[in-house]
C-alpha cells in the first residue's frame, strides 16, 4: 500500500458527461501528481500541484482540469468525455519539489467512456 | 526534452533464474534520477528501485538490481532468482533535477515460467 488514496477505482460514464476523479496524497506528502494511462500512448503526465499551486503541465487537455485543495487532496476533472478518454488515471504524490523524492502512485482510477 | 526507451517489449524468464531488462534514455542534464516501477496485472505502480545519476554506485534491493552506465545513458535492470510474483509490466523512468515529472518508456511485459 503506497498510501495514496484514489476515488473512485472504477467509473463507467458516456460521452459528453463529466467526471471527478478524487485523491488523497500520503501523509505529509505536498506534491500531487496526475497521470493518464491508456493502450496507446502509455503512460502520460498531466499535471503537478504542489501546496495547492499548480506546479508543472504536461499533455492535459483543455478539457480537463485539476485542483488542490488546502487538506491537500486533489480532483480531476474531466469534461466533454469521449470514447478516447477511456484510461487508467492515475494519481502520485511526493514530499517536496524539485527534490528528488520518490514518487509513489495509487492504485488507479479506471475509466471508462461508452 | 528527454526520451525513455525500452526496447524490449516482452521477456521470459524461468522461475530462479535470472533476467536484465533494457532501458535507454537521453538527455542533455548531468544531473537527474532514474527509477524502475513494476506494474503487476493489478495495475498498481509499484517502486521498485531507484538510481540518483551522481552516484556511481549501482542500486541494489534485494534481488533487484540496475547496472548504471551514465556515459552510454543505460539504466539495465536485473532481477535475480526470479519469482513467479515478478510477473508484470516493467517500467523504466527518467526525472529530471528541473522538474518533478517522470517521462516513462512503453514498459516491458516480463512473463515468469515455473
Known amino acids: 500500500d503506497s498510501g495514496v488514496t484514489q476515488t473512485p477505482k472504477h467509473l463507467i460514464t458516456a460521452t459528453g458527461q463529466r467526471v471527478t476523479l478524487r485523491c488523497s496524497p500520503r501523509?505529509?506528502?505536498?506534491?500531487v501528481y496526475w497521470y493518464q494511462q491508456s493502450l496507446d500512448q502509455g503512460l502520460q503526465f498531466l499535471i503537478q500541484?504542489?501546496?495547492?499551486?499548480?506546479?508543472a503541465k504536461g499533455n492535459i487537455l483543455e478539457r480537463f482540469s485539476a485542483q488542490q485543495f488546502p487538506d491537500l487532496h486533489s480532483e480531476l476533472n474531466l469534461s466533454s468525455l469521449e470514447l478516447g478518454d477511456s484510461a487508467l488515471y492515475f494519481c502520485?504524490?511526493?514530499?517536496?519539489?524539485?527534490?528528488?523524492?520518490?514518487?509513489?502512485f495509487g492504485e488507479g482510477s479506471w475509466l471508462t467512456v461508452v | 526534452a528527454q526520451t525513455v526507451t525500452q526496447s524490449q517489449p516482452e521477456m521470459s524468464v524461468q522461475e530462479a533464474e535470472t533476467v536484465t531488462l533494457s532501458c535507454t534514455y537521453d538527455t542533455s542534464e548531468s544531473d537527474y534520477y532514474l527509477f524502475w516501477y513494476k506494474q503487476p496485472p493489478s495495475r498498481q505502480m509499484i517502486l521498485v528501485i531507484r538510481q540518483e545519476a551522481y552516484k556511481q554506485q549501482n542500486a541494489t534491493e534485494n534481488r533487484f538490481s540496475v547496472n548504471f552506465q551514465k556515459a552510454a545513458k543505460s539504466f539495465s535492470l536485473k532481477i535475480s532468482d526470479s519469482q513467479l510474483g515478478d510477473a508484470a509490466m516493467y517500467f523504466c523512468?527518467?526525472?529530471?533535477?528541473?522538474?518533478?515529472?517522470?517521462?516513462f518508456g512503453t514498459g516491458t511485459r516480463l512473463q515468469v515460467f515455473p
Open positions: 501523509s505529509g506528502d505536498l506534491s
Open positions: 502520485a504524490s511526493s514530499p517536496g519539489s524539485l527534490s528528488g523524492n520518490t514518487i509513489y
Open positions: 523512468a527518467y526525472r529530471s533535477y528541473n522538474t518533478d515529472k517522470l517521462i
Open positions: 500541484y504542489y501546496n495547492g499551486e499548480e506546479r
